[in-house]
């Protein structure tokens, strides 16, 4: 089982664009906001594991 982190760094409609925060990288993941937690706004700190995205609290 494999965890990933994010930030979501902008949200256009019905999509976020998340960035990995555990490496070093810029690119970009398009994801539909229907897969994402209730209340995400930019800035917002994911955990993605289990096919799951989950608000990770600073």
Avoid at 1 to 22: C, F, H, K, P, Q
Avoid at 32 to 45: C, D, I, K, N, S
């Amino acid at each position: 089982m494999e965890t990933w982190y994010y930030e979501v760094t902008s949200i256009d409609g019905d999509y976020a664009n998340l960035r990995r925060t555990d490496i070093q990288s810029d690119d970009l993941k398009l994801v539909a906001r229907a897969l994402l937690p209730e209340g995400v706004a930019e800035g917002t700190r994911l955990k993605y594991e289990l096919m799951q995205y989950q608000i990770v609290e600073a």
